[in-house]
């Protein structure tokens, strides 16, 4: 029997004001443990919650980035339960009225475009953060990050590969850093992902009962996790078994899912209508403006991206893969028409570096104008591909411009014949075999010898001039 | 006369004479509370010192000629459902223990604002659940009338306060009746205010979509005098309403000829006392002999009220409760083996009897398979109830009513019997549930000298009406001048 997965993911997105949800608490990640709380957010007797408006402006925006309907009515409702971390004991969300509708993304994946059903997203607040003592016999809390507002974004069960799913969130995590309300960091906890998994025989409508995955802390965690599942659920069925109902936790050290609670354990969470709280009304022109802050999305600057840049699908989609890379290849691509090799060098050596240096791309001394400056020397002949990447470096250590540093390094290329001339006559005597290895028809043999001129001349030689002036010397 | 016993409005005149001080009042008052609370028991906690030293403050401000708030240094007792930075907010309980408030309520900030003079909590009913104020971990106040008598509650020690001159002015909070009850009871003013119309921000919520702190007076002036103070717009109570707040004192005083009291026949059912139901009937006299006119109106969904009240209070009180669980304030149950028992513990220690019967109802009503008949049905009924209210208004002016269908009754006499005790709030609970303002004035007593009040309710954000009403009434009358013998 062949089964078909059927995937769907719930993201937690914490949305970056500068203020939590329903206080005047600042949000800062890693400040020291409960210094940023009130008797709002402590929940102590008497207060009550104000909606904090860029919150709403916040979540609107990625609402209309998903393509959400956006609701001109929307309320806040109580979620029943308790644990010490939520210091209200029951946590301000949307119950039936979420502040965004059904939406749909679309991203490519294997080259091909995939769009996925979004069934609602809505906001809540977040709760605090237990610590335990080494010996588990103390526990603390922090509630720094009690209050902080979260879009909870739905998937419609959509998804039927592990891939999909990764590449679901990689552009789900685009399109909010796109808008600039999230830090989206998932070791930070800025966003966090449950799955809802289930398979059914391929050609079945009906649905299998699902189980649903939490405690993912990365996107491949989350790959592994929904392939592990899959799989588990397959040898079930195949011997016989039946899924329950349940949530399992992800263990990525032992890259398994275990059980944690099944559906008769599950919490009656007593939803009501949040009566602090009067509902959110929005009206035609706050919608619009906000849609008219929009800025253009991943997807759509991709195709841009290979029309305008004649790019490969390939490459439009890794360099739009952040906003600030393709703002970055943008900048370039004023300044230059050679875009396929602004290309190469963003994707092969600027990323590289930056990912190893974990630096953003606006912290790198290597601006576009030194780039493509850089370019430029080596279009004109003044440096070679192989010598470029030296003085890259050099820029990426020092920020000096290109041509100061070929100047000062003495790296400029040479590409005068009487300059060469010496160099290419002793490395043919020094290699006497070589040669003769070449004139029997050994081709690798001048590669060596091309190397040779190019190590005698510390790689500055134009390759092209070397190339020629052995096969005249050798005849 | 002693100072403990007059009005605000005629102390701020002797004030403003220079012929007394506020030291002169506050050690009045706090005289008359160490010579009669051991009686009645309405105070949980006093503040003499502070009260003396901000009673200075003012008294400075005035012979230096500084501006003045409008109470400037008139005393006031807190309801202890009101948070006062560093006071111990206890909500009459044993949850709270050791909990003292880390902030100001508004409606307390513009009490302050105005240069009032907070001297303590009076005493309630647990978490403002309750009829009688016998439900206190504090011990039960009494009815400064008859000290076997329940003051009525849950503002049960605002209520007994004002009456027996232990204070001057009086906040209590009114979830379903709990202000105009119990000033029905002890015979003095009580207003609770229009939904909306003061901040709850710092009021220990009951239940949140019918709390509403309200004023306990002497009269129908000092009334609308406090009420100008605390009401109005605020930016922390998202259920605030941004609407101008009259000038109410100056409302006072208008006439009264035409204006069309609607009397709800549903009211004046089997169930009521036979001398309130005379009382009530010779004050529609009292309002026509000044030129009001009487209308017969119908409410007929008013036999719902009780039960629909019951279940979104309880619902919302058991979300509200919650968060007392001895984890990061209050009470803890040192016994605890773990998480879940510490939960228990607490709580099963921490509350009384009642406010567990609430939880669990309001628990009971959200749990799932039983959301949409409870709380989805009792939220349809409030509707047709407001609806009813809507009708009315379009017809009447405001409506008079008993406040409550008994007099005090005794201390015990239906702890035993929660419905019964229930039915104590059957003609206040339909205005909180319509989010509709109400007085209730001193309208009368019984042959054994028991106060007996009246209930005047008005349309949305205009109390200046019944305020209206209620002191014509109360020139008209006698009954707010006499006073409890408590020597
Ligand atoms: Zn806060």
Excluded at chain 1, 127 to 153: M, Q, Y
Excluded at chain 1, 207 to 215: A, L, P, Q, R, Y
Excluded at chain 1, 442 to 448: D, I, L
Aim: aromatic share 8%.
């Amino acid at each position: 029997m062949e089964f078909e997965p059927v995937i769907g993911l719930e993201v937690h997105v914490q949305l970056k004001t500068k203020s939590k949800l329903f206080c005047s608490c600042a949000t800062e990640f890693g400040a020291a443990p409960n210094s940023q709380v009130c008797p709002v957010c402590l929940g102590h007797p008497g207060v009550l919650p104000v909606l904090n408006k860029q919150a709403l402006d916040y979540a609107v925006l990625c609402g209309l980035a998903l393509n959400c309907s956006i609701s001109k009515f929307s309320k806040f409702d109580r979620k029943n339960y308790f644990y010490p971390d939520l210091p209200k004991n029951y946590q301000v969300s949307q119950f039936d009225k979420p502040i965004c509708g059904k939406g749909k993304i679309t991203f490519l994946i294997n080259g091909n475009e995939k769009t996925i059903g979004i069934t609602r997203a809505h906001l809540e607040e977040d709760a605090g953060k237990l610590v335990h003592s080494e010996t588990g016999a103390e526990s603390g809390v922090d509630f720094n990050r009690t209050g902080i507002p979260l879009l909870e974004i739905v998937s419609e069960p959509d998804l039927r590969t592990p891939e999909e799913a990764y590449m679901y969130l990689h552009m789900i995590k685009n399109i909010i850093e796109y808008l600039g309300v999230s830090d989206c960091n998932m070791e930070e906890g800025s966003l966090r992902c449950d799955a809802n998994v289930s398979i059914r025989p391929k050609g079945q409508e009906k649905f299998g009962t699902k189980v649903e995955i939490k405690n993912m802390n990365s996107f491949r965690n989350v790959q592994k996790a929904l392939a592990y599942e899959l799989e588990r659920q397959e040898d079930e069925i195949l011997g016989g078994g039946i899924i329950v109902q349940e949530t399992r936790l992800w263990d990525a050290d032992k890259n398994q899912t275990f059980s944690m609670r099944t559906k008769e354990e599950a919490h009656d969470y007593r939803y009501f209508p949040e009566p602090d709280l009067v509902p959110v009304k929005l009206d035609e022109n706050y919608i619009k403006s906000l849609e008219n802050q929009l800025p253009e999305l991943p997807f759509d600057r991709m195709n841009r991206f290979t029309k305008e840049y004649t790019l490969t699908g390939y490459d439009a989609q890794v360099l739009t893969s952040s906003r600030e890379i393709a703002d970055y290849y943008e900048e370039c691509a004023n300044l230059t028409d050679d875009y396929k090799a602004v290309s190469n060098w963003v994707q092969s050596e600027l990323l590289r570096e930056i990912n190893e240096k974990k630096i953003s791309i606006k912290e790198s001394k290597v601006t576009p104008s030194k780039l493509t400056d850089m370019l430029k020397l080596i279009q004109k002949g003044v440096i070679s591909g192989k010598i470029a990447k030296i003085v890259f470096h050099e820029i990426m250590r020092s920020g000096k411009d290109a041509e100061q540093i070929v100047k000062e390094k003495g790296l400029v290329q040479i590409s005068n014949p009487d300059e060469l001339k010496n160099i290419v006559e002793k490395v043919i005597k020094d290699n006497k075999k070589i040669v003769d290895d070449y004139k029997g028809g050994k081709e690798k043999s001048f590669m060596f010898l091309v190397g040779q001129v190019m190590k005698a001349t510390q790689g500055k030689a134009n390759p092209q001039l070397v190339t020629k002036m052995l096969k005249e010397a050798i005849g | 006369m002693s100072l403990y016993s007059k009005t605000a409005v005629e102390l701020i005149g002797l004030l403003n004479k220079k012929e007394i001080s506020s030291r002169d009042i506050v050690s009045s008052v706090f005289q008359r509370i160490e010579q009669v609370d051991t009686k009645i028991n309405a105070f949980i906690y006093t503040d003499k010192e502070n009260a003396l030293k901000k009673a200075d403050e003012i008294d400075k401000k005035r012979v230096n000629a500084e501006p003045l708030g409008l109470l400037g240094g008139v005393p006031v007792v807190l309801k202890s459902n009101l948070c006062c930075f560093t006071w111990p907010v206890s909500c009459a309980s044993k949850i709270l223990k050791g909990y003292n408030c880390a902030y100001t309520a508004t409606s307390v900030e513009k009490l302050l604002r105005e240069d009032a003079v907070p001297i303590g909590y009076a005493n309630m009913d647990e978490f403002a659940m309750g009829s009688s104020c016998e439900n206190s971990a504090f011990g039960v106040t009494r009815n400064p009338w008859n000290t076997d008598c329940i003051p009525g509650g849950s503002s049960g020690g605002s209520a007994a306060a004002v009456a027996a001159d232990e204070t001057i002015l009086a906040l209590g909070s009114d979830t379903g009746g709990s202000i105009r009850q119990p000033a029905s009871l002890c015979g003095v003013v009580g207003l609770k205010p229009t939904y909306g119309r003061v901040s709850r921000f710092g009021l220990v919520a009951y239940a949140s979509s019918l709390d509403q702190i309200g004023t306990l007076t002497k009269t129908v002036a000092d009334n609308a005098l406090l009420l100008k103070v605390i009401s109005g717009h605020d930016c922390s109570d998202s259920t605030s309403i941004d609407r101008k707040v009259p000038d109410y004192p100056a409302y006072l005083n208008n006439s009264i000829k035409g204006l069309k009291i609607g009397i709800p026949k549903e009211y004046f059912v089997d169930g009521m006392d036979n001398e309130v139901e005379e009382s009530v009937k010779k004050s529609i006299k009292t309002f026509e002999g000044q030129g009001a006119v009487p209308v017969e109106i119908s409410l007929p969904h008013t036999d719902y009220a009780v039960a629909c009240y019951y279940i979104i209070a309880t619902a919302e009180a058991s979300a509200n409760l919650a968060r007392f669980d001895g984890i990061r304030y209050g009470a803890r149950s040192p016994q605890a083996e773990n998480l879940i028992d510490l939960y228990e513990k607490t709580k099963s220690d921490g509350f009384g009897q009642e406010v567990k019967r609430r939880i669990l109802l309001g628990t009971y009503v959200l749990s799932s398979g039983y959301y949409e008949a409870y709380y989805k049905k009792a939220q349809k009924v409030r509707t047709l109830i407001k609806n009813d209210f809507d009708t009315v208004f379009k017809k009447v002016d405001c409506i008079l009513t008993p406040t409550s269908p008994t007099p005090a009754f005794k201390i015990g006499e239906k702890t035993n019997d929660p419905l019964k005790m229930y039915l104590s709030d059957i003609f206040t609970i339909s205005l909180n549930l319509a989010g509709l303002p109400g007085i209730s004035i001193p309208g009368g007593f019984t042959q054994s000298g028991l106060p007996i009040g009246m209930q005047l309710a008005g349309r949305p954000f205009e109390e200046e009406v019944i305020l209206n009403a209620a002191y014509s009434f109360e020139k008209n009358t006698l009954f707010h001048t006499t006073k409890p013998t408590l020597s």
